[in-house]
């Protein structure tokens, strides 16, 4: 069945970095839109980063616009999230979610315009 699986969350110091990765397992998302999300205790999901199918474009919310940096590996079936200048508030459990095959985008903020979703990773930022 189709798999997303992220990687690579933790505990890091405010100023600090990780690279979140999601393999996907399955199918191929070479030609499918992906972004990240996250939800921290009490909230609801957040967008965090979308890529278009090729990895040409990305769009981000400034609350990490700067800091973070999604990307895509068609070769691989991987996608990455790259952040930087961690804050605190950035705790929150990481999801990577994938679109599936229809026509529009090129991307989406949205989680009801996910079909597919990894488990989360957890990612704290302490102060």
């Known amino acids: 069945q189709v798999q997303l699986v992220e990687s690579g969350g933790g505990l890091v110091q405010a100023g600090g970095s990780l690279r979140l990765s999601c393999a996907a397992s399955g199918r191929t998302f070479s030609r499918n839109a992906m972004g990240w999300f996250r939800q921290a205790p009490g909230k609801e999901r957040e967008f965090v980063a979308a890529?278009?199918?090729?990895?040409?474009?990305?769009y981000y919310p400034d609350s990490v616009k700067g800091r973070f940096t999604i990307s895509k590996d068609n070769a691989k079936n991987i996608l990455y999230l790259q952040m930087n200048s961690l804050k605190p508030e950035d705790t929150a459990v990481y999801y990577c979610?994938?679109?599936?095959?229809?026509?529009?985008?090129?991307?989406?903020?949205?989680?009801?315009?996910?079909?597919?979703w990894g488990q989360g990773t957890q990612v704290t930022v302490s102060s």
């Open positions: 890529i278009n199918w090729s990895g040409s474009g990305t």
């Open positions: 979610a994938a679109v599936g095959d229809r026509s529009g985008g090129p991307y989406y903020t949205t989680p009801q315009e996910y079909d597919f």
